[in-house]
């Protein structure tokens, strides 16, 4: 168990939809990072928060967008979904200054 | 940009023969390297780390020495079992070549390990 956690653990909906994907860092991380895992693109990097605040930018489509509370936990909007936006997303955490990441079990996304 | 190759498999073994998965990478400043495990419908472990060459990481018998002269990242181990059956990804993070914190991964390597 690393530590982070994310809810939900599968999610199916309709395209057109929008949908929230939270994630918990481990306690004391300050950083939380955003992956999507797709059969034909692997694992690519979305996004990060350090603190609250965005801190850098990956293969992230303007329809997604993400949020860092002031308790650290984020939550990943995605929305106007599409068939091709199906895969699983993770969430990772670290502590800031580390560039070790701990990996949350992720959420299943199914856009039917 | 930052690039990581490595062997996709799937790579089939018997128990107790020696593991050896290919990884190398691209990148613009000095990287550390990783190895990350995916079992079945579970999230990504940290394996082991390196974060300067010449560095050796090792975990589990899992070993992989950072080889910035050949720009790789091989990960080896001596006797498999079959819990060891996995799906393995090398990732790089380049903080230092002015790259986005994301860990960059190369497309997995699923491993089988037969009785």
């Known amino acids: 168990d690393s530590g982070v956690t994310q809810t939900p653990k599968h999610l199916i909906t309709a395209t057109g939809q929008r949908v929230t994907l939270r994630c918990s860092p481990r306690?004391?991380?300050?950083?939380v990072y955003w992956y999507q895992q797709s059969l034909d693109q692997g694992l690519q990097f979305l996004i990060q928060?350090?603190?609250?605040?965005?801190?850098a930018k990956g293969n992230i489509l303007e329809r997604f967008s993400a949020q860092q509370f002031p308790d650290l936990h984020s939550e990943l909007n995605l929305s106007s979904l599409e068939l091709g936006d199906s895969a699983l997303y993770f969430c990772a955490s670290t502590l800031g200054g580390s560039d070790t990441q701990y990996f949350g079990p992720g959420t299943r996304l199914t856009v039917l | 940009g930052d690039s990581v190759t490595q062997m996709e498999g799937p790579v089939t073994l018997s128990e107790e023969a020696f593991l050896t998965i290919n990884c190398t990478y691209t990148?613009?400043?000095?990287?550390?390297l990783f190895w990350y495990v995916q079992y079945p419908g579970e999230g990504l472990q940290l394996l082991l780390k390196a974060t300067k060459a010449d560095d050796k990481g090792s975990n589990k018998g899992f070993e992989a020495t950072y080889r910035k002269e050949t720009t790789s990242f091989h990960l080896e181990k001596g006797s498999v079992q079959v819990s060891d059956s996995a799906v393995y990804f090398c990732a790089l993070s380049d903080i230092s070549g002015g790259g986005a914190d994301g860990l960059t991964f190369g497309k997995g390597t699923h491993l089988i390990i037969q009785p």
């Open positions: 990148a613009t400043g000095y990287p550390s």
């Open positions: 928060y350090y603190n609250g605040e965005e801190r």
């Open positions: 306690s004391g991380d300050l950083s």
